[in-house]
């Protein structure tokens, strides 16, 4: 082993090289964008998700209201579908409701259906 005295400057110059060999050795690492797996969740985590009881969500599951994957005797429910189910419940708002009324109005008169024949 061998001991060398290093003022500051030196070491300072030292380590600096030392980062800069690294840097042009190691190939630069690009990160491709993957898209995100799809999440699954046990019944536990579901029913805590929509905030649900677990037996409310086997009543909702053997009704056909729940979106669910069955393998085995375990159920597994896709995060992303039990979001579309949640949006699905979305109540309109009254604006969206006139807006919706307006663009069928529209329609109508632009087909001739809304003159009385």
């Known amino acids: 082993m061998i001991i060398v005295q290093l003022d500051s400057e030196q070491l300072s110059n030292l380590i600096q090289s030392s980062v800069r060999k690294v840097f042009k050795e190691t190939p ?3 990160v491709e964008p993957t898209d995100q797996p799809e999440q699954l969740l046990t019944i536990q985590e579901a029913a805590e998700f929509l905030s649900l009881t677990v ?12 979106p669910v994957m ?15 189910y949640l ?15 307006e ?15």
């Open 28 to 30: 630069p690492q690009t």
């Open 55 to 66: 037996p409310t969500m086997y009543s909702k599951v053997s009704k056909g209201e729940l």
């Open 70 to 84: 069955k393998r085995s005797k375990r159920l597994y429910f896709s995060r992303t579908e039990l979001l579309e």
């Open 87 to 101: 949006k699905d419940g979305r109540k309109k708002s009254n604006a969206e409701i006139e807006q919706e009324a």
């Open 103 to 117: 663009e069928h109005l529209a329609s109508l008169k632009k087909k001739g259906l809304n003159n009385g024949k």
